[in-house]
């Protein structure tokens, strides 16, 4: 890494702030998905507004109505810290809605059908505008996915290029161990994250948006900001300049100039807030490793993020294994009490896969997903 070596940015990231935002799906009780955000809203704060402050977290909305956001209004340093915060969010919305809908995580609500939903039609409608005449988002991969975004600071370009070119080679592990979107329109399919699947295609006509998910290895900040131009002046071709902003770069990993962060896109939402927290600490532990034997080759790669979106952890679990017992090293004591659940993953396999056989056994979607957003409801992982 230029300008920091190992060791330096592995002192550098102990005691890292982190931030996290999470999304869920708006259900009646059979689980048909509800495009009401809008009411949502309007009922906790009395007006329709994009976002509104809810105990010390806001709840937002997203693009697509049937899904709500949950984002504390400050970083936290204890990842405990923030769980209970976002936790006493879940608890709230269950407390005001919870006889009338049911939420739930994962990456993409299972049963949706794009005739269910809808776009949000009131503020910041000239962006969606602009995103609907370039590349049509009525499609899965705008109105039906759910992240789990996490944002952490870096201190200056030479951190920031470290923390990015590390998260970009750590992408198809993450995905693996945090796939958790089997299902699409209520039909099992092959793939274990068919969210990136569809996220990776909803902006083709440009495809330097996405670049298929996986980041550009970078050597200085000038060539971020290069990319970014680059997505600019395609953009301004297609008389679509509004977008110029350093949010429309939509790779697994965004730098953030105007916050100093990054933000991870790449991983599913899971289950409940207990599991999020796990894929942040295991994240964060792999940050704070020394050298780490990673693939850097853009090729080999796309190669690895494949099998995960395909498979899950069921073909990179042996590179997985070795990677979380590097993770355990580094942890600090309050990362050991989550990275359990991440070994149980990567042991038994992710959420898409626990889900995909408890579909099998069931016989039906529909069947499990009580228990999944019991899973939410409770804060209660499900293995």
């Not at 600490?281 to 690895?304: N, Q, T, V």
Request: net charge negative.
């Amino acid at each position: 890494m230029e300008g920091l070596n190992d060791g330096q940015a592995v002192s550098r990231t102990m005691g890292r702030t982190i931030g996290t935002e999470h999304e869920y799906s708006i259900n009646d009780s059979q689980f048909n998905p509800l495009p009401i955000s809008d009411c949502i809203i309007q009922e906790v704060s009395g007006n329709i507004a994009d976002e509104v402050p809810f105990g010390d977290l806001l709840l937002s909305k997203e693009l697509q109505k049937h899904a709500i956001e949950l984002i504390p209004q400050r970083p936290a340093l204890s990842l405990k810290a923030l769980e209970a915060s976002l936790q006493s969010g879940v608890d709230r919305l269950h407390r005001i809605f919870g006889e009338r809908y049911r939420f739930m995580g994962l990456g993409m609500h299972p049963l949706l059908t794009l005739d269910q939903t809808t776009y949000w039609d009131h503020d910041e409608g000239e962006y969606y505008r602009a995103y609907h005449r370039l590349f049509n988002i009525w499609q899965h991969g705008w109105l039906n996915i759910q992240a789990l975004q996490i944002n952490f600071p870096y201190r200056d370009q030479e951190e920031m290029l470290f923390l990015f070119n590390r998260v970009r080679a750590l992408m198809p592990y993450l995905v693996a161990v945090s796939a958790a979107s089997p299902f699409v329109e209520g039909r099992a399919t092959s793939r274990m994250d068919n969210r990136l699947v569809y996220y990776r295609e909803n902006q083709r006509q440009i495809p330097l948006i996405c670049n298929d998910i996986l980041p550009e290895r970078i050597k200085s900040p000038r060539d971020y900001v290069e990319i970014n131009r680059r997505i600019y002046r395609d953009l301004k071709e297609q008389d679509a300049g509004i977008l110029c902003r350093e949010w429309v770069n939509s790779r697994g990993v965004i730098v953030r100039f105007t916050r100093c962060c990054l933000e991870v896109k790449a991983i599913d939402e899971q289950e409940c807030l207990h599991s999020d927290m796990a894929m942040t600490a295991f994240l964060l532990s792999l940050l704070r490793c020394g050298d780490l034997d990673l693939e850097e080759d853009e090729s080999a790669l796309r190669d690895l993020l494949e099998r995960a979106i395909e498979t899950g952890t069921r073909d990179l679990k042996p590179e997985l294994e070795g990677l979380f017992g590097r993770a355990w090293d580094a942890a600090g004591p309050e990362e050991r009490s989550y990275l359990p659940l991440v070994r149980e993953r990567i042991e038994r396999g992710s959420l898409a896969e626990v889900l995909a056989e408890r579909c099998r056994q069931a016989g039906e979607i529909r069947a499990v997903l009580p228990e999944v957003a019991d899973s939410l409801r409770f804060n209660r992982p499900l293995l």
